[in-house]
Structure formats: structure tokens, C-alpha cells
């Protein structure tokens, strides 16, 4: 007998016709104000829909996507306190437009390569699903077909493409907008400077989170809707809900997508500059940083907004996307294999969106701490590290209070009523790799410690020594970093078996989701870390309008102090990075299974044999991509920043008066070379880091042809993404801390050690930090969004590598 199709009353989510009546009971005109405020806030909203009879899953959903709402209110609020501080004097707006105007005309030339290659991607992704069909899906019952789920595919991979598109543009627009009052502060309030500068840095962090859960949750949302009015039977619905997170990922390869041409176009812009600037003004001509007289400097700065803000942003929004997708599939895929009840289903899946949402309240309670005495310091200037990390502390603590307390609450299933607790210590592991990870970083990138020393020292005996210090300090800075991801990984693995959660066979399945609790573990404070990240940029914009606008030496002592601090929280943001992105591979990789598995109509991925040479071949092919990649990225910088020292050096050569401060150079001309560069660079090496997983899919599946063996594209692309990100990992830490030990050297040998600016010394820790430029803000930074893109792009074009 065929279930009855729900009445209208239930479609609209009422289960019983008596609660109708509460409708009716609603007069919006008899609420006073409080009333409203109530009701759209998200425990109002909660009461509501339970009252009207919703699913707990759009209730618990729905507060997460109220609390993103005001999120993103609350940002603009803070934007706003930002906007209206005094921009300066008229030759700081002048140098500040400049830069805007210079960003602005990027940004919108590299999108619109962006946009149009979107586009094509989306097309093929849904040409794949409609060809393909859904395997799984119509065996069981799923109302979701080839066709639908080409169009769920595409449309999402267009909507993460978008936010993180947006979350880039933020990013930078604050940061455009924040630089000259930063340098505005700084001339009468050291403590007003320090804060304009982490506040325009949480608001673009702040953006991120706010985007990705506001996406994840409306997606959700539309699938859950579509089921739920297509499909008759709730309990089926409810059977087969761990399925939706897998419906979501081409949200997060569409925001990998974009972070990596956006990181790639703004890596390549900001180094080329910087490199050219650098060794034109520096080492040829002994003119200071940020010099006016210097034709690259405007290039230079602008590179600071379109790659470490816009960029950056992109990068660090589709990083915690990946992550709560993956931590999504696996909890969905455990509940189901435990057979928990339904409300257990949502709270495990759901669990991620949750930590974010503590993360968001943590960290903006922390920025609050960022503080100092105001007025400007006459004798001695607070370290802005210090200053940040009162904030970091406060946000810490009410992060570890806070994951326990949701874990109590959504991972606390009634036939394992200690799971919660080991839960929680897989999160606290997380907390502590993050803490470890960003104090391993600052030892290896700060030039208070024995590496960046030992760079600066070599500095004195020539180029060539300067070069092999940092290559070295670069090298072993992968050793311990390593060593707490093993640890952290295996921990987390060990305590999430013990919370005793068992498969039908009775075997115990805690242990990967336990890893994808220590991931969220780093996350519960990611908003206050990736403050500290943006915080540099706008700082080094800051001092560079201070420079040219021509302010008194105190001043450029205060932006000079930040900018070192910003070089340290730019590199423990990316050392933050590389572990995060280490932990959401490894939770990706198994995700990818999962994907295979559930699209499989008859055989399983159960395990992988890598001594079977196309296994192996497919991972040795993965390992070598992350070296071509850094190679064609690092490159990149280098033809743009020829082109940028040979037009510096014409104008030089041509106008006299240039260096001579009686003529203006025509900074114009670098932008534009600069512009040019980073759209024509940064096409080669995206394309071969989307491009290669699918390729090799499509040869193996015509080696297939004639082998004959189960699912051997998929295991080879298991391979592909195993050695790969083993190989990423490693790259990418290497070229951060080599980058950043490579920069502050040469900031500790401009504090006036070892002979201070203009010395031999000093020249020689220019070629070093020349070096590391690209190294630490082109290829390390690209390597984050490869490593995850490859994992995204493969889960979402799981149909090429099943037969």
C-alpha cells in the first residue's frame, strides 16, 4: 500500500492541524517593539517553529542561520565605528585613493577572469551529474536525479564561488578604508591606531565565518525543504538525512575555485611589486621603504590590499568551509552507521555550524581586551603582540568553557552518556595544536628569537650566507609542526573510539570523527587568530601612506612598531593555516571515500594497495604537482618583477629629478604593469592545479577499460590526494617560515642591529626578504587552497572515477 501524500498543513511544516490556530493568534500590529525584537531572534525564532510544529532540524538550523545574520549586522556596526574616524591630512587621502583606486581596478579585472572560468566549471559539473545519474540516490529512493542533482552541483559550486568572491572583496575594502586613519591615529593616539587596525582585521575574519555558515545553512535549508515537501515518508526522510552534507560540496569547491586564482592573481601582484620596489630602491639606490620618490611604491602598497587582504580573505573563507563540509559528512556518515536517533543526526551534523557560532562570540568578546594607555607613549611602546594576545587568551578560555558546554549538548547521545566528554577533549587537543602551532611559528619568524638571529648574522658575511641561513631555519622549521599534527591526529583518533560508538557490526567508528572534533577545536578561536592576519596588511599600508605623506619620525616609529607585529601575526596566521588545512585534507580524504561509496551502485572502497603501479604512479603524480605548482607560482613573481625593475630603472635613467625629490614619478605605470602580470601569471598554474585530478581520472578510467579492476580510478585518486597533501604540508611550511624569517631578519636589522638600514648587512637581508617574498605570500599560501582544492574537486567529480 502506497503512503499517503502529507496534507497542506504538514507541507508548511504544522504537524498538527490544531496549531493553526497560533498562526491566526500572530497579529504582527499588536506586538510592541519587544515583542518583534523577540521573535526574530534566534531563541524567539526557535520557540516559534517548535510551537508550529518544524522539524527540530529547521530549528536548530535555522537559530545557527539567525546568529549569522546578526553577525554580519553586528560587523557593519564595528565598520562603521571604523569609518568614522578622521582620514588625515589632504596628502593621506590623496596617497589613500590612490592605492583604493589601484586595488579597486584589479580586483574588478580579476574577477572578471574569475567569473567567466566559474561559469564554464559550473556547466561541466552539471554536464557530469546529468550524464552520470546518482547512483545511490535512486537506490534509495532519494527524490534527487541525474538532472536535479546537476543543477544542486552547479548552483552551489556558483554560490560558494560568489561568498567567497565576497568574503575577498571585504576583506579588502576594509582594508583600503582602514590604512589612512590607522596613520591618522597614529599621529596622536597610539592605543586608537592599534585597535582601528585589529578591528578592520575582525571584521574581515569576522565576514569569513559569517558567510560560510550563512551559505552551508541556506543550502541545507533548500535541500532539506526539497525533500521534505517531495518525499512521503518522514521516516525515509529522516533515514537518509546524513546525505545532504554530501549535496553541499561543490560549495566548498567553488570557494576553493576562487581563493586560489584570487590568491594566485594577488600573490603574484603583491611580490612583484614588493621585489621590484625592493631591490630598485633599497640596494641600487639607498632610498628608505615606502619612499615616495620610489615609482613602485603605490604598486607595492596596492599589492598589500588585493593579495594579503582580498586574497587572503578568499583563502582563509574557503578554508573553514572545507573543514565544517568535511567534519559534516563524517558526523552525518557516523550517526547513520550508529543508527541514532534522528535529533542525534542533526545535532553531530550540525555540530560544526555551532562551533562557529561559539568562535564568533569568543573572539569578538576577546577583541574587546585589545588595548593600551592612550595618547602616545613618550618613553616606552607596548608590544602589539602583547596587547593582541591579552584579547587571544580571553577568547581562548571562553573557548574551551564553550566546547565543552555544546558538546555536552549536541554529542551526548543517551546510549553513550560519556561520548561528550571525550568529544571535548578531542576538541581541546585542537585548541592546543592551534596555541602550539602559532607559538612554533612565531619561534621560527620572529627576530625576538635564535633563528631570525642567526639569518641576520649570516647577513654580515654577504648575499650568498644570508640565502643559506634561511633556506636551513626554513627546512627544520617542518620538524616540529609535523611531530603535533601526528600527535594531535592520533590523539583525537584514540579518544573519539573511546566515546564507545559502534556500527551495526560492533565495531567502534568514533575515531575519525573525533579528528574532525580536534579540527573544530582549532576553529573555536579562528576569528580572533585571522584578525591578527589582516591586522598586517593594514598596518604596512598604514605605514607606507605615513612615510610618503611625509609625517615626523614618531610617527613612523609607532607604524613601524605594528608593521613588525604584522609580519609576525601574517606568519602565525599562515603556520594556523597549514595546520588546519593538514587536519581538513585528512577528514576531506576520507570524505572523498565516503563520496565513492555512496555513489557506487555495487562495489565499496574498503581498502588501498599502493603497491599496484597505477596506485602508486597516481600518488607520485600528486607529490610532483605541489613542486610544479610552486615553481610556476614563484616564477610568475619573477617575470613580473623584471618588467617592474626595468620601467623603475627607465624612469630613473630618464628623469633626474625623480631621486632628486624635484619631479613626481608615474606610479601609474607600475600598477598597470603590475595588473597585467598577475592576470597573465596566474592562469597557468590554476589551471593545472584543477585540471590534473581530472585528467588523470579520465586517463585511469581508459586504462580501466582494458584492466578491469573495482574501482581502481577512485583508489588511485585516493593515492593522488594522500601523497599530495603529505607533500603540500610540508612545501607550505617550508616556504612560510622561510619567507617570514627571510622578512624579519631584515626588520631586526632595521631596528639598527648590525649596522642598521644601508649597511652591507642590511643589503644582504634585502636579498633574503626578496627571496622569501614570494616563498611566503605567493607559492605557501597557494599550497593551503591546493592541497583542499584537490580534495573538494575530486568529491564533487567523484562520477569520472566510478565505473
Given at each position: 500500500?502506497?503512503?499517503?501524500?502529507?496534507?497542506?498543513?504538514?507541507?508548511?511544516?504544522?504537524?498538527?492541524?490544531?496549531?493553526?490556530?497560533?498562526?491566526n493568534f500572530?497579529?504582527?500590529?499588536?506586538?510592541?517593539?519587544?515583542?518583534?525584537?523577540?521573535?526574530?531572534s534566534?531563541?524567539?525564532?526557535c520557540?516559534?517553529?517548535q510551537?508550529?510544529?518544524?522539524?527540530?532540524?529547521?530549528?536548530?538550523?535555522?537559530?545557527?542561520?539567525?546568529?549569522?545574520?546578526?553577525?554580519?549586522?553586528?560587523?557593519?556596526?564595528?565598520?562603521?565605528?571604523?569609518?568614522?574616524?578622521?582620514?588625515?591630512?589632504?596628502?593621506?587621502?590623496?596617497?589613500?585613493q590612490?592605492?583604493?583606486?589601484?586595488s579597486?581596478?584589479?580586483?574588478?579585472?580579476?574577477?572578471?577572469?574569475?567569473?567567466?572560468?566559474?561559469?564554464?566549471f559550473?556547466?561541466?559539473?552539471?554536464?557530469?551529474?546529468?550524464?552520470?545519474?546518482?547512483?545511490?540516490?535512486?537506490?534509495?529512493?532519494?527524490?534527487?536525479?541525474?538532472?536535479?542533482?546537476g543543477?544542486?552541483?552547479?548552483?552551489?559550486?556558483?554560490?560558494?564561488?560568489?561568498?567567497?568572491?565576497?568574503?575577498?572583496?571585504?576583506?579588502?575594502?576594509?582594508?583600503?578604508?582602514?590604512?589612512?586613519?590607522?596613520?591618522?591615529?597614529?599621529?596622536?593616539?597610539?592605543?586608537?591606531?592599534?585597535?582601528?587596525?585589529?578591528?578592520?582585521?575582525?571584521?574581515?575574519?569576522?565576514?569569513?565565518?559569517?558567510?560560510?555558515?550563512?551559505?552551508?545553512?541556506?543550502?541545507?535549508?533548500?535541500?532539506?525543504?526539497?525533500?521534505?515537501?517531495?518525499?512521503?515518508?518522514?521516516?525515509?526522510?529522516?533515514?537518509?538525512?546524513?546525505?545532504?552534507?554530501?549535496?553541499?560540496?561543490?560549495?566548498?569547491?567553488?570557494?576553493?575555485?576562487?581563493?586560489?586564482?584570487?590568491?594566485?592573481?594577488?600573490?603574484?601582484?603583491?611580490k612583484?611589486?614588493?621585489?621590484?620596489?625592493?631591490?630598485?630602491?633599497?640596494?641600487?639606490?639607498?632610498?628608505?621603504?615606502?619612499?615616495?620618490?620610489?615609482?613602485?611604491?603605490?604598486?607595492?602598497?596596492?599589492?598589500?590590499?588585493?593579495?594579503?587582504?582580498?586574497?587572503?580573505?578568499?583563502?582563509?573563507?574557503?578554508?573553514?568551509?572545507?573543514?565544517?563540509?568535511?567534519?559534516?559528512?563524517?558526523?552525518g556518515?557516523?550517526?547513520?552507521?550508529?543508527?541514532?536517533?534522528?535529533?542525534?543526526?542533526?545535532?553531530?551534523?550540525?555540530?560544526?555550524?555551532?562551533?562557529?557560532?561559539?568562535?564568533?562570540i569568543?573572539?569578538?568578546?576577546?577583541?574587546?581586551?585589545?588595548r593600551?594607555?592612550?595618547?602616545?607613549?613618550?618613553k616606552?611602546?607596548?608590544?602589539?603582540?602583547?596587547?593582541?594576545?591579552?584579547?587571544?587568551?580571553?577568547a581562548?578560555?571562553?573557548?574551551?568553557?564553550?566546547?565543552?558546554?555544546?558538546?555536552?549538548?549536541?554529542?551526548?547521545?543517551?546510549?553513550?552518556?560519556?561520548?561528550?566528554?571525550?568529544?571535548?577533549?578531542?576538541?581541546?587537543?585542537?585548541?592546543?595544536?592551534?596555541y602550539?602551532?602559532?607559538?612554533?611559528?612565531?619561534?621560527?619568524?620572529?627576530?625576538?628569537?635564535?633563528p631570525?638571529?642567526?639569518?641576520?648574522?649570516?647577513?654580515?658575511?654577504?648575499?650568498?650566507?644570508?640565502?643559506?641561513?634561511?633556506?636551513?631555519?626554513?627546512?627544520?622549521?617542518?620538524?616540529?609542526?609535523?611531530?603535533?599534527?601526528?600527535?594531535?591526529?592520533?590523539?583525537?583518533?584514540?579518544?573519539?573510539?573511546?566515546?564507545?560508538?559502534?556500527?551495526?557490526?560492533g565495531?567502534?567508528?568514533?575515531?575519525?570523527?573525533?579528528?574532525?572534533?580536534?579540527?573544530?577545536?582549532?576553529?573555536?578561536?579562528?576569528?580572533?587568530?585571522?584578525?591578527?592576519?589582516?591586522?598586517?596588511?593594514?598596518?604596512?599600508?598604514?605605514?607606507?601612506?605615513?612615510?610618503?605623506?611625509?609625517?615626523?619620525?614618531?610617527?613612523?616609529?609607532?607604524?613601524?612598531?605594528?608593521?613588525?607585529?604584522?609580519?609576525?601575526?601574517?606568519?602565525?596566521?599562515?603556520?594556523?593555516?597549514?595546520?588546519?588545512?593538514?587536519?581538513?585534507?585528512?577528514?576531506?580524504?576520507?570524505?572523498?571515500?565516503?563520496?565513492?561509496?555512496?555513489?557506487?551502485?555495487?562495489?565499496?572502497?574498503?581498502?588501498?594497495?599502493i603497491?599496484?603501479?597505477?596506485?602508486?604512479?597516481?600518488?607520485?603524480?600528486g607529490?610532483?604537482?605541489v613542486?610544479?605548482?610552486?615553481?610556476?607560482?614563484?616564477?610568475?613573481?619573477?617575470?613580473?618583477a623584471?618588467?617592474?625593475?626595468?620601467?623603475?630603472?627607465?624612469?630613473?635613467?630618464?628623469?633626474?629629478?625623480?631621486?632628486?625629490?624635484?619631479?613626481?614619478?608615474?606610479?601609474?605605470?607600475?600598477?598597470?604593469?603590475?595588473?597585467?602580470?598577475?592576470?597573465?601569471?596566474?592562469?597557468?598554474p590554476?589551471?593545472?592545479?584543477?585540471?590534473?585530478?581530472?585528467?588523470?581520472?579520465?586517463?585511469?578510467?581508459?586504462?580501466?577499460?582494458?584492466?578491469?579492476?573495482?574501482?581502481?580510478?577512485?583508489?588511485?585518486?585516493?593515492?593522488?590526494?594522500?601523497?599530495?597533501?603529505?607533500?603540500?604540508?610540508?612545501?607550505?611550511?617550508?616556504?612560510?617560515?622561510?619567507?617570514?624569517?627571510?622578512?624579519?631578519?631584515?626588520?631586526?636589522?632595521?631596528?639598527?642591529?648590525?649596522?642598521?638600514?644601508?649597511?652591507?648587512?642590511?643589503?644582504?637581508?634585502?636579498?633574503?626578504?626578496?627571496?622569501?617574498?614570494?616563498?611566503?605570500?605567493?607559492?605557501?599560501?597557494?599550497?593551503?587552497?591546493?592541497?583542499?582544492?584537490?580534495?573538494t574537486?575530486?568529491?564533487?567529480?567523484?562520477?569520472?572515477?566510478?565505473?
Open positions: 500500500m502506497l503512503p499517503q501524500k502529507k496534507p497542506q498543513y504538514e507541507l508548511l511544516g504544522v504537524q498538527n492541524p490544531e496549531k493553526e490556530q497560533f498562526i500572530i497579529q504582527f500590529d499588536h506586538l510592541d517593539i519587544k515583542g518583534i525584537i523577540f521573535l526574530i534566534p531563541l524567539g525564532t520557540i516559534l517553529l510551537i508550529l510544529g518544524f522539524s527540530y532540524l529547521i530549528q536548530f538550523i535555522s537559530t545557527v542561520l539567525h546568529i549569522s545574520i546578526i553577525t554580519i549586522i553586528f560587523a557593519t556596526c564595528i565598520l562603521d565605528q571604523i569609518l568614522r574616524h578622521d582620514e588625515g591630512t589632504k596628502e593621506m587621502k590623496r596617497i589613500a590612490s592605492i583604493e583606486e589601484g579597486e581596478g584589479f580586483f574588478k579585472a580579476q574577477y572578471g577572469t574569475i567569473i567567466n572560468l566559474s561559469l564554464i559550473a556547466l561541466l559539473i552539471f554536464l557530469v551529474y546529468w550524464q552520470k545519474g546518482t547512483g545511490d540516490l535512486e537506490k534509495d529512493e532519494i527524490p534527487v536525479g541525474g538532472l536535479m542533482i543543477l544542486l552541483e552547479g548552483g552551489s559550486f556558483l554560490f560558494g564561488a560568489f561568498c567567497s568572491g565576497f568574503a575577498g572583496f571585504a576583506g579588502m575594502w576594509v582594508s583600503i578604508k582602514a590604512n589612512s586613519r590607522v596613520a591618522s591615529a597614529a599621529r596622536t593616539c597610539y592605543n586608537t591606531a592599534i585597535q582601528l587596525s585589529f578591528r578592520g582585521g575582525y571584521f574581515a575574519a569576522v565576514i569569513n565565518v559569517a558567510l560560510a555558515i550563512f551559505g552551508i545553512s541556506v543550502l541545507f535549508i533548500v535541500i532539506y525543504v526539497y525533500c521534505y515537501i517531495t518525499i512521503t515518508d518522514q521516516q525515509k526522510l529522516d533515514e537518509q538525512i546524513n546525505k545532504i552534507p554530501l549535496l553541499l560540496i561543490g560549495y566548498g569547491f567553488g570557494a576553493s575555485f576562487v581563493a586560489m586564482f584570487a590568491q594566485l592573481g594577488g600573490g603574484i601582484y603583491t612583484a611589486a614588493d621585489v621590484g620596489a625592493d631591490l630598485i630602491g633599497k640596494i641600487e639606490n639607498d632610498i628608505p621603504e615606502d619612499d615616495p620618490r620610489n615609482p613602485a611604491v603605490i604598486a607595492d602598497l596596492v599589492g598589500d590590499n588585493v593579495g594579503d587582504c582580498a586574497g587572503q580573505s578568499a583563502d582563509l573563507f574557503e578554508s573553514i568551509t572545507a573543514e565544517i563540509l568535511s567534519a559534516m559528512i563524517l558526523g556518515t557516523l550517526t547513520h552507521e550508529a543508527n541514532l536517533h534522528i535529533n542525534y543526526k542533526v545535532t553531530f551534523m550540525l555540530f560544526p555550524l555551532v562551533v562557529h557560532c561559539l568562535d564568533i569568543s573572539s569578538t568578546i576577546g577583541m574587546y581586551f585589545v593600551t594607555q592612550p595618547g602616545i607613549p613618550t616606552y611602546i607596548e608590544d602589539p603582540l602583547c596587547i593582541m594576545k591579552k584579547g587571544y587568551k580571553i581562548m578560555i571562553i573557548g574551551f568553557f564553550g566546547f565543552f558546554f555544546i558538546c555536552h549538548h549536541c554529542l551526548n547521545p543517551l546510549q553513550h552518556k560519556d561520548a561528550w566528554l571525550y568529544f571535548g577533549m578531542c576538541g581541546l587537543i585542537g585548541i592546543i595544536i592551534s602550539l602551532f602559532i607559538e612554533v611559528t612565531q619561534y621560527y619568524t620572529d627576530y625576538h628569537y635564535e631570525v638571529k642567526s639569518i641576520a648574522q649570516a647577513s654580515k658575511t654577504g648575499h650568498a650566507t644570508n640565502i643559506i641561513a634561511g633556506l636551513s631555519v626554513g627546512m627544520e622549521s617542518t620538524g616540529i609542526p609535523i611531530l603535533i599534527i601526528s600527535v594531535g591526529v592520533l590523539g583525537a583518533y584514540y579518544l573519539g573510539e573511546q566515546s564507545g560508538i559502534r556500527n551495526r557490526q565495531e567502534l567508528i568514533g575515531g575519525l570523527f573525533g579528528t574532525a572534533i580536534a579540527t573544530m577545536g582549532m576553529f573555536c578561536t579562528g576569528v580572533y587568530i585571522l584578525s591578527m592576519a589582516a591586522f598586517g596588511p593594514i598596518v604596512d599600508n598604514a605605514g607606507g601612506i605615513v612615510e610618503m605623506s611625509g609625517c615626523d619620525e614618531s610617527v613612523r616609529q609607532i607604524t613601524d612598531r605594528l608593521d613588525a607585529v604584522g609580519n609576525v601575526t601574517k606568519a602565525n596566521a599562515k603556520g594556523y593555516s597549514v595546520g588546519s588545512a593538514s587536519l581538513a585534507s585528512f577528514l576531506l580524504f576520507r570524505a572523498f571515500i565516503d563520496e565513492v561509496n555512496f555513489l557506487s551502485p555495487t562495489k565499496k572502497i574498503l581498502e588501498i594497495d603497491t599496484q603501479p597505477e596506485i602508486f604512479i597516481s600518488g607520485l603524480i607529490a610532483c604537482t613542486f610544479v605548482f610552486s615553481s610556476w607560482a614563484m616564477r610568475a613573481v619573477g617575470n613580473a623584471q618588467d617592474v625593475i626595468k620601467e623603475v630603472r627607465r624612469q630613473f635613467r630618464e628623469n633626474e629629478g625623480i631621486l632628486q625629490g624635484t619631479a613626481q614619478p608615474n606610479y601609474k605605470q607600475c600598477v598597470e604593469i603590475v595588473t597585467k602580470a598577475g592576470l597573465r601569471e596566474m592562469i597557468k590554476g589551471l593545472l592545479s584543477v585540471l590534473t585530478p581530472l585528467i588523470l581520472g579520465i586517463i585511469l578510467r581508459a586504462i580501466n577499460v582494458v584492466r578491469m579492476q573495482e574501482l581502481l580510478p577512485a583508489k588511485a585518486i585516493c593515492a593522488f590526494l594522500m601523497f599530495s597533501t603529505c607533500t603540500g604540508i610540508l612545501q607550505a611550511l617550508f616556504l612560510n617560515n622561510a619567507g617570514g624569517a627571510w622578512d624579519n631578519s631584515k626588520k631586526y636589522i632595521e631596528t639598527g642591529e648590525l649596522g642598521g638600514k644601508g649597511s652591507d648587512a642590511h643589503k644582504a637581508a634585502v636579498t633574503g626578504d626578496t627571496v622569501g617574498d614570494p616563498c611566503k605570500d605567493t607559492a605557501g599560501p597557494s599550497i593551503h587552497i591546493l592541497i583542499k582544492l584537490y580534495s574537486i575530486t568529491i564533487v567529480m567523484v562520477p569520472l572515477f566510478v565505473d
